[in-house]
């Protein structure tokens, strides 16, 4: 913000800021909305190791010697709605690595 009542130019916010105390009473009551775009979903943390010589298909570093281990985490999802999508749909519709 910068029309708040503040102590010195950085210091702390006013609470005889009666604009800002407005502002943040109204912030707690705002609506959250559920994150209805591929929210059901599985994710799994591991490693990804290079077996073969990939450089022909990435040019990135981190796969360029056979051997390395490359943390990660990879998630997928079914896509859909939470309330009208099933738990064991097997037609995957995001994935994320």
């Known amino acids: 913000k910068l029309n708040s009542l503040t102590i010195g130019p950085r ?3 006013l609470l005889q800021d009666a604009f800002y105390l407005e502002e943040m009473a109204h912030f707690d009551w705002e609506r959250i909305p ?3 775009v591929h929210a059901k979903g599985a994710g799994a ?3 990804f190791e290079v077996t073969h010589d990939i450089t022909k298909y990435c040019k990135a ?5 056979i051997g390395n281990n490359t943390p990660l985490h990879v998630r997928d999802s079914s896509g859909g709605c939470v309330s009208c ?7 995957p519709r995001g ?3």
Do not use: K, M
Request: no cysteine; hydrophobic share 40%; proline share 4%.
């Open 61 to 65: 570093n981190i796969f360029s010697e």
């Open 85 to 91: 999508s099933s738990d064991s749909v097997s037609d």
């Open 95 to 97: 994935f994320a690595v």
């Open 11 to 13: 210091g702390p916010l």
């Open 34 to 36: 559920e994150r209805v």
């Open 45 to 47: 943390f591991g490693y």
